[in-house]
């Protein structure tokens, strides 16, 4: 009865490669998201998803592409991977995007690049 | 860019002891949240405060959201080790964009 479930939980590949993450929800909820968390565990958002639309696209390389199939899954996929790529990465999701709706992460997809 | 500074950034204490956590901004948020980190987890919501002066209790937790929106506080009596985690604040906006303080790391010994 997991709530945010990402696939896999640890990655590791070489530099030049491409992966990607899954991500599944099954709150119902209409928002999901993508937040990567560096070494010094300082979390920075990457994208916003609302009902399969784009939302919140911060400065993030083209290499990162995000792909919403439906309400309830939200992938990512990394093209070329680099050194710096290396982090922990969080999917959540949340029910509307307003000030008062919280975010409901998953246990992360810890990607170390070589 | 909105920026939220967490204090201290580490903070190891004995079981018993009281301990209080700082979110400051230069920014206004229309609410602000705290969320709980253990290893190898994702965050897990805490508490969202809305109003300025706002304070809520959870148990041996206070929170407090600063008259102005802009910083927040959160109070730890008699701290256990079950406290101990990675401690965010989150500011988020109108439109529902959340930004992360930089993080507390509690440990809290026996």
């Known amino acids: 009865d997991t709530a945010v479930s990402q696939t896999p939980k640890y990655l590791v590949t070489q530099m030049g490669n491409d992966k990607s993450i899954k991500c599944e929800q099954n709150?119902?909820?209409?928002?999901m998201y993508w937040y990567k968390q560096d070494s010094k565990k300082f979390l920075k958002i990457m994208f916003s998803y609302n009902n399969k639309e784009l939302i919140i696209n911060e400065t993030v390389p083209n290499r990162f592409s995000p792909k919403s199939p439906d309400k309830a899954h939200l992938n990512l996929h990394i093209n070329s991977l680099e050194l710096g790529d290396s982090a922990v990465y969080f999917c959540a999701s949340s029910q509307g995007n307003s000030y008062n709706s919280p975010l409901h992460f998953g246990n992360g997809t810890r990607l170390t690049v070589t | 860019t909105q920026l939220l500074e967490q204090s201290p950034q580490f903070l190891s204490i004995q079981e018993g002891e009281n301990l209080t956590v700082y979110c400051n901004s230069s920014?206004?948020?229309?609410?602000l949240q705290w969320y709980r980190q253990e290893p190898g987890e994702g965050p897990v919501l805490l508490v969202t405060?809305?109003?300025?002066?706002e304070v809520k209790k959870l148990k041996r937790l206070t929170f407090q959201f600063g008259d102005a929106r802009k910083d927040s506080s959160l109070h730890i009596t008699a701290a256990q080790p079950g406290d101990t985690g990675l401690y965010l604040c989150?500011?988020?906006?109108?439109?529902?964009?959340?930004?992360f303080g930089d993080g507390t790391t509690l440990t809290v010994k026996p």
């Open positions: 405060v809305v109003t300025g002066g």
């Open positions: 989150a500011g988020v906006t109108n439109a529902g964009k959340s930004t």
């Open positions: 709150l119902g909820h209409d928002t």
């Open positions: 920014s206004v948020f229309s609410s």
